[in-house]
T-cell receptor, first 112, second 115 residues
Framework: AQSVTQLDSQVPVFEEAPVELRCNYSSSVSVYLFWYVQYPNQGLQLLLKYLSGSTLVKGINGFEAEFNKSQTSFHLRKPSVHISDTAEYFCAVSGGYNKLIFGAGTRLAVHP | DTAVSQTPKYLVTQMGNDKSIKCEQNLGHDTMYWYKQDSKKFLKIMFSYNNKELIINETVPNRFSPKSPDKAHLNLHINSLELGDSAVYFC??????????????FGSGTRLTVV
């Protein structure tokens, strides 16, 4: 069965600093991987996805993620964060029947 | 035009009551879902329907019953509400099964509070 582990429940960072949010997955089959963002009191919005091909995936708002099959990781990065990036970030892996399995989320708190 | 819309946005009700949450999508997707997000932000799938047919039914109490009158709508009815049902419920949709290429489109959530 597939599973997702987000290694940090909270990541505090100063504005304009780089950030990495870590995600490891477990799966015995080929997977699709996703990062979603949830701003306060809102639904989830797709940031980026890995389906196949290039292991470096670029998404919206300057985020990117790198798929590493040998380490079963899909870490999310941004070279310079803004206050507006403060949100909850969810890593997800595809399961059977079009199901998405989510990690527990990482709270990114950007401080001035 | 909202792609996936849920109503109501907030729902406060007493224990033992029966309530419904409605969801509609205008994306032409064939598959719709209900997810529950608990107080610790953990998201767990509850149900999935493909073109009005139930395809995923996770370990959810029988008090929860989804209904899909057509492929654009997926409603969630909850009987005999309990305190532990308090959560944010998200509706989502995606293209046909096996084509998860685009991920899901989520609604903005319904915050259910049982008192």
């Amino acid at each position: 069965a597939q599973s997702v582990t987000q290694l940090d429940s909270q990541v505090p960072v100063f504005e304009e600093a780089p950030v990495e949010l870590r995600c490891n997955y477990s799966s015995s089959v080929s997977v699709y991987l996703f990062w979603y963002v949830q701003y306060p009191n809102q639904g989830l919005q797709l940031l980026l996805k890995y389906l196949s091909g290039s292991t470096l995936v670029k998404g919206i708002n300057g985020f990117e993620a790198e798929f590493n099959k040998s380490q079963t990781s899909f870490h999310l990065r941004k070279p310079s964060v803004h206050i507006s990036d403060t949100a909850e970030y969810f890593c997800a892996v595809s399961g059977g029947y079009n199901k998405l399995i989510f990690g527990a989320g990482t709270r990114l708190a950007v401080h001035p | 035009d909202t792609a996936v819309s849920q109503t109501p946005k907030y729902l406060v009700t007493q224990m033992g009551n029966d309530k419904s949450i409605k969801c509609e999508q205008n994306l032409g997707h064939d598959t719709m879902y209900w997810y529950k997000q608990d107080s610790k932000k953990f998201l767990k799938i509850m149900f999935s329907y493909n073109n009005k047919e139930l395809i995923i039914n996770e370990t959810v109490p029988n008090r929860f019953s989804p209904k899909s009158p057509d492929k654009a709508h997926l409603n969630l009815h909850i009987n005999s509400l309990e305190l532990g049902d308090s959560a944010v419920y998200f509706c989502a949709s995606s293209q046909v099964p096996g084509q998860l290429n685009y991920g899901y489109t989520f609604g903005s959530g319904t915050r259910l509070t049982v008192v």
